[in-house]
């Protein structure tokens, strides 16, 4: 992954899975993320994870959305929440 010293994100449902994998990433790659979820219990195993902050909020509030982008002003938001990774082998589309 690139250098995101420089960088600021938002890893909306980033305290397991995927999301947790995601932000984990953007840490390590030296961005500032911000991990949000809607529990205590969540954001402790988000945190502590290089440059991750994590945050208790439920992004699915508009007036919280709004406020977590003008209280962090992130570069990037990403929305992971709820989604589930893949399992087994991919379908093929025809």
Request: glycine residues 12%; charged residues 15%.
């Amino acid at each position: 992954m690139n250098d995101l010293s420089e960088k600021s994100t938002l890893v909306v449902g980033g305290s397991r899975g995927l999301g947790r994998g995601i932000a984990t990433a953007l840490a390590e790659a030296g961005a500032a993320v911000v991990s949000v979820a809607r529990t205590p219990a969540a954001v402790d195993a988000a945190g502590g994870v290089g440059t991750v902050e994590a945050v208790t909020a439920d992004a699915s509030d508009p007036s919280v959305a709004g406020s977590l982008l003008d209280r962090y002003e992130p570069e990037a938001v990403i929305l992971v929440a709820g989604a589930s990774p893949l399992t087994g082998a991919p379908s093929v589309c025809r």
